[in-house]
Each structure stands twice: as C-alpha cells, then as structure tokens.
C-alpha cells in the first residue's frame, strides 16, 4: 500500500509538471530523494518514462476535434468532395504530417542512440538545476522582450504554422531531450515565442507535439524492459499513469486558460528557484 501511494504521488507530480514548462526531470529528481520506490533501478527508468502515457493521453481526450483527421461532421475543407477521402479533414493531416516533420530532429536524435549518451552525461543533479536555470531566465528575457518592444506574434493559430516553423519547434524540443531539466514543453514554448508564434498556438502545439514523441519513448522503454511485469510492478505502473492522466487533464486545463491572459515570466522565475533549491540540496 505504501509503496501505491508513493505512485500515486509520482504521478501527480506527473501529471503537474509534465506540462507546466517548469521541468517534471526536475521535479522527479527531487520527489525521489525523499520517497524512492522499493523497485530495480531498471523498473524504476522505465517508469518515469511510461507513466507519461497517462498525461499524453489527457492531451488526446482534450484535443480530439482537433487531431481526429476523420469525419463528416466539422469538416469544412474534405480532402474530395465524394469517397472515403470525402471522411479525411485536410486541415488535420496536414497538421499531422507537421507535427511528423517537426519529429524528424527527434527520431535522429534516438536512432543514433544519442539519448542513451546525454542521460548518461547530464542526467544528474547538477546539470539538471543548470538547464532548469537557464532556460527559467530565457524566459523571463523572451517574455520581457516581448513586451518592451511591443512584439505581437505573427502566428496565432495552428493552422499558421508552416513546415519551417514546426521543423524549428522542433529543434527546440531537442533541447530537452539532449539536457534533462530544459523541459519539453519548456523548451518548444520558449522556441516558438522566439519565432514569433502566440502562447496559446506555441502552447497547443507543443502539447500535440508530444503524442508521438512521448508514445513512442514509452514504448521503446517498455520494449527495453520487457513486458515481464510481475503484479507489484503493474500495480505501480497502473496508478501512476492513472494519476497522471487525471492530474494532466486538470492541469492542461488550466494553462490554456492562463496563457491567454498571463505571460510565462512566472515559469521561469519558478524555475529559477528550484534549481537554486537542486543544487543547494544537492550540494549540502
């Protein structure tokens, strides 16, 4: 029961810091060091990664119209008039075969087994309160540029968002994957502020950028831990992925809300904070 309640609390934190772009690395980091789950280190890896399906799929239930590319009802441009592609949204595969394009940087990223390399290099205390540091100040310069030279985004919506664009997000989103802290959603938000696309476009996008990129790490995690779970281990998998899920619903709920009437300066002094906090506890 004790060790489910620590699942439960992992996959709140989950479900929290997942997409607020503040780092769930970071977080995670620090949740462990005082609640550590009686489990092997290779389950425990696996985990982390895993219960992310939870909040991936809030981002499915919540964003449905909009990444469904099938359907009569709310389809304005059918791919043809007549036919089963009369059933195909046009709007929605190419904003698909974006997000797929926006992936590339990524996919390269794995296949060359570089993910392996950087979480062995920079998956530690240390580098992450840095990236947590650093990317908590590009935000409040970003933001702050924004607003003292009276920036007004020239992307507002998703639909505007060239192939050029996504491919920039996501080099962006690399970031993250090369330095555990930088945040995913971090750091694809602050690329997207920079070129020019609003809060609420950067925000959505980021978050239906995360569907395969995060899908697809769970999944080869899993492959790479074998499907062998024993009952304790499925248990733990249940509830926090669960948790993560609810918990992600709420909290998607709450930032696109936010973002259109706030900026992300408060992100990035929290970010601030908390890696000064990382590397002070760390360091005692």
């Known amino acids: 029961m004790l060790e489910l309640l620590k699942a439960f609390l992992f996959g709140i934190i989950e479900g929290i810091t997942e997409w607020l772009p503040v780092s769930s690395t ?15 280190p290779e389950f425990w890896e696996m985990f982390l990664v895993v219960i992310q399906l939870g ?7 919540l964003f449905w119209n909009k990444i469904w ?17 009369s059933w195909c949204k046009k709007d929605v595969w190419v904003l ?10 990524a996919i390269i990223f794995v296949v060359l087994g570089l993910d392996d390399t950087c979480d062995a290099l920079f998956y530690n205390p240390i580098c992450v309160a840095t990236a947590l540091i650093i990317f908590g100040v590009a935000f409040i310069v970003v933001e702050l540029v924004h607003k003292k030279k009276n920036i007004e985004p020239k992307i507002t919506d998703l639909s505007q968002i060239s192939f050029k664009v996504a491919f920039l997000i996501g080099l962006f989103q690399l ?11 971090g750091s694809t938000i602050v690329g997207a502020l920079i070129i020019g696309v609003s809060r609420t476009a950067a925000a959505e996008f980021t978050f239906i950028l995360g569907i395969p990129v995060m899908m697809g790490a769970s999944l080869l995690k899993m492959v790479k ?17 669960i948790t993560a899920f609810v918990v992600s619903i709420l909290v998607i709920r709450f930032l696109m809300a936010f973002v259109k009437k706030h900026d992300f300066r408060i992100f990035g002094w929290y970010r601030i904070v908390l890696g000064i906090l990382v590397l002070v506890y760390f360091y005692l």
């Not at 909040?55 to 239930?61: D, E, G, M, P």
């Not at 698909?96 to 940087?105: D, G, N």
């Not at 970031?175 to 959603?185: K, Y």
């Not at 831990?225 to 992925?241: I, R």
């Open 26 to 40: 970071g977080h995670m980091i620090l949740l462990n060091e005082f609640l550590t789950l009686d489990v092997s």
């Open 55 to 61: 909040a991936i799929l809030a981002v499915v239930v």
């Open 69 to 85: 590319p099938f359907g009569k009802k709310n389809n304005p441009e059918p791919v043809k008039e007549t036919g089963f592609l």
């Open 96 to 105: 698909w075969f974006k997000v797929i394009f926006a992936c590339l940087p």
């Open 175 to 185: 970031l993250a994957a090369a330095f555990p802290g930088t945040s995913r959603s």
């Open 225 to 241: 831990f074998g499907f062998n779970f024993t009952g304790n281990e499925l248990a733990l998998l249940l509830v926090g992925t």
